[in-house]
Structures are given as structure tokens and as C-alpha cells.
């Protein structure tokens, strides 16, 4: 099942891999949004050869496991064109080496393999590209499922979408709600802290890092100083550790902290962070609550709904659309701000949320001179309108 708003994807990738050119095509994005199975439906509909192969196994791959893949490819393909798809490559320790020796080699030779890497942590994938593969690949970005997605493939309505998220395989489990969060917890946000993250990155305060990940999903929508942080977390880390354990989570698709806007990258990163999920199915599953509970309390689904906006911003911003920022001065507010190109739009979400803060839009405007301003929800731009379409139809130069 392929909904329309990601065919675009599809066909990019198919072209690439039907060019005579050779480039070792990257699928990077989060656990379960499809990237896996979008390759295979590409191959599918191709008529070229391919091996397909995972290191997403119990026991840890390294590069000869990764050697013998692409012997065995090599093989099959002798002089004919032929795909070779590695699934979790940032799971192979040495991959990068090991893939540019291999890539070069064929190079030398006139083979005409051409490579898939498929990665679900994009921040560890990111920097084994940069650091080995410079000039000899391309990036395709596969977010959470969006919106429109969603109601397309499973017919969810707007509140479904923002309690549920946006995660294809657990969609079928709605309806038995303890299940649908034990899917969540088990096998999304564990698998992802503890195979995509603890496994290979080197981590001082593994406890830490998860407290991080449940205070971030908390208080998604809400700025929070790092040392108010640690005092929520009660240990004796530092705003360094947290910073960079932010990182991670944003790296693996789970919590981003977003920056003040000012004008100036020095003052941008000393700035508090603004917390937010990147899927609010994660905001959902940890906290104890039905969607009818949700619904019930106005503050907290205020809090979901702009969570939700968030989440389709930060989307926008993983595939390299844009930058978001919050901006806060005083008691005013400005929820979003959206930069890209010359392009500055800010944003107010108006959600039910009583914020703690007025609305800062005049005064921003007088700071910043957006190139525009928007109003979502209330009597502004409707949630559902926003989310279905994507980010650069309202932030577009």
C-alpha cells in the first residue's frame, strides 16, 4: 500500500536506479515509516536483478559480513546491471570504509552494481556518508507519515492522526488500545533507544538519556531550560550531556530541542530548547492516557495539537526543507518560526492550549519583518488543512 503523497518518492528513487550513471543511492528516516518496504516495491515494479540483505539481526554484523553481501552480489550479477539492497547498514561497524573500498573497486572495473543503503538512525548514517562517501552518493529522506497519509491509507480523521501519529504498522491496532501502546513502547521506542542508539554510540548515562526521552515527550510544545532539565531528571549531568543527547533523539526521529530564532548561530545555540516530539504517537504511548481522555482534558489536547503541528514542521525540516525555531521575549510568544531560503514565516497555533505567554507575533514582526504570518486553527488556517499539505506550500520563497 503506497499512498499518492508518497509517490513522489518512489518515482525518485526508481529514476535514479534506471540512470546509467552509477550513485550509491542513501534511504534514511525513521524506524517503521516504510523504508524498507518502499524498496522493495521500487524493485518490484523494476525489471532489474537484486539481492536484498539486513543487518537488522540480533547478533551485530561487521564489514565481513557486509564483504561476503557484496561478493555474493558481485557473483550473481557477473557483467549485467544489478541492485544490492543493505538494510540497517549504520548497524555494520566500519560500514562507510568498507562500502567505499567495495563501491571503488567495482568502479575500477566497469561492474555495473549499483547500492542501496537503507538506515534508520539518519544521524549515524549522515556521518558515515560525510566522513568516507564524499562525491559518490545520494540522500532520499523517508519522514513519519503525515496527514494526509495516514487518512489516505487508513481513513483516520484528524484526531485520530493527532493521538495516533504517524506510524503505518501499528494503524491496525487502534482499536485495542493497550496493545496499540505496548507496540509503541516495545517496539518502537525501545528498539529504537536501545539497537539505534545505545548500540553504537558511545553513551556515559544510558538511564539519562532515557529520562530525557520521557521528559521531552512530557512536555513536547513547551521551552525548557537545561537547568530546569536537570532538575526534573535528578542527576548530576550536565547541559553539554543533554544537549548532545538531544541530539541523538532528534538523529533517530524521536525528540527534537528547537532552537530561539535570533539572528546569529552563536546565540541561536545557547538558546533553551523548546521541546518536541517528532511523531506524537510518542507523546501518546507514555502517557498513560485513551484518546477520549485526551480529548477530555482541553489543555492537554491543546498541547497534542500543537505537538502535532510541530511534528509536520520538523518533518519538513529532517528532509532539508527547512529550519524551524520558536522565538520567546519576555511574555510573548511566537510558537513557530519557519526559515528557508530568504523566506521567514512565523507561526501562532491556536489550539485550546492556555499558554503561558501572549502572543508575540506584533513584536516579532517589528524585530524580524517576516515574510508572513499565519494563524492555525481557531478562525485562522483549519489543523487538518495545514497538515495535509506540506510544509513549503505555506513557507515557500
Known amino acids: 500500500m503506497l499512498p499518492q503523497y ?23 528516516g525513521p524506524r517503521q515509516v516504510g523504508k524498507t518496504t518502499l524498496i522493495r516495491q521500487v524493485l518490484g515494479e523494476l525489471d532489474i536483478p537484486h539481492r536484498y540483505a539486513s543487518a537488522d539481526e540480533p547478533m551485530l554484523r561487521d564489514r565481513v559480513w557486509l564483504e561476503e553481501q557484496w561478493e555474493a552480489t558481485r557473483a550473481a550479477a557477473g557483467v549485467d546491471e544489478f541492485v544490492l539492497v543493505i538494510d540497517e547498514v549504520q548497524k555494520v561497524d566500519g560500514w562507510s570504509e568498507a562500502v567505499k573500498r567495495l563501491w571503488d573497486e567495482d568502479t575500477a572495473k566497469g561492474r555495473q ?32 507519515w503525515s496527514y494526509a497519509e495516514m487518512k489516505g491509507a487508513f481513513g483516520w480523521d484528524l484526531d485520530q492522526y493527532v493521538f495516533y501519529g504517524g506510524y503505518p504498522g501499528a494503524a491496525f491496532l487502534i482499536d485495542d488500545h493497550p496493545r496499540w501502546v505496548r507496540y509503541i513502547l516495545d517496539s518502537l521506542i525501545e528498539t529504537t533507544i536501545s539497537r539505534d542508539v545505545l548500540l553504537h554510540t558511545r553513551i556515559a548515562k544510558p ?22 532539565m536537570l532538575g526534573q531528571l535528578h542527576d548530576a549531568g550536565n547541559t553539554t550531556t543533554l544537549a548532545h543527547y538531544l541530539d541523538l533523539l532528534a ?41 477520549t481522555d485526551a480529548r477530555g482534558d ?35 510568544e511566537v510558537d513557530f518560526v519557519v526559515e528557508t531560503g530568504r523566506s521567514l514565516t512565523a507561526i501562532e497555533v491556536k489550539s485550546g492550549r492556555v499558554h503561558g505567554a501572549l502572543s508575540g507575533m506584533a513584536e516579532f514582526e517589528q524585530r524580524f519583518h517576516p515574510t508572513r504570518k499565519l494563524l492555525v486553527g481557531d478562525d485562522g488556517i483549519p489543523i487538518g488543512d495545514f497538515l495535509t499539505k506540506p510544509v513549503l506550500h505555506w513557507a515557500r520563497d
Open 207 to 228: 538511564a539519562l538519556l532515557r529520562r530525557l526521552f520521557e521528559l521531552g515527550c512530557a512536555y513536547s510544545g513547551q521551552v525548557l531550560s537545561y537547568t530546569k
Open 113 to 144: 552494481l549499483k547500492v542501496v543503503l537503507l538506515g534508520s538512525a539518519p544521524l549515524l548514517v549522515q556521518q558515515g556518508l560525510t566522513e568516507s562517501l564524499a562525491g559518490r552518493f545520494e540522500t532520499v529522506h523517508l519522514p513519519h
Open 298 to 332: 482541553r489543555s492537554y489536547w491543546g498541547r497534542m495539537i500543537e505537538s502535532a503541528v510541530g511534528a509536520h514542521l520538523v518533518s519538513a525540516q529532517s528532509a532539508g526543507e527547512c529550519r524551524i525555531y520558536y522565538w520567546w521575549a519576555g511574555d510573548r
Open 6 to 28: 508518497r509517490r513522489p518518492i518512489w518515482e525518485v528513487i526508481a529514476r535514479r536506479l534506471e540512470e546509467p550513471r552509477r550513485f550509491i543511492q542513501v534511504i534514511a
Open 251 to 291: 538523529g533517530v526521529g524521536m525528540v527534537i530541542g528547537l532552537q530561539k530564532y535570533a539572528k546569529g548561530e552563536t546565540r541561536r545555540r545557547g538558546s533553551s530548547p523548546k521541546l518536541q516530539v517528532m511523531n506524537t504517537a510518542l507523546m501518546t504511548a507514555t502517557s498513560g492516557l485513551t484518546l
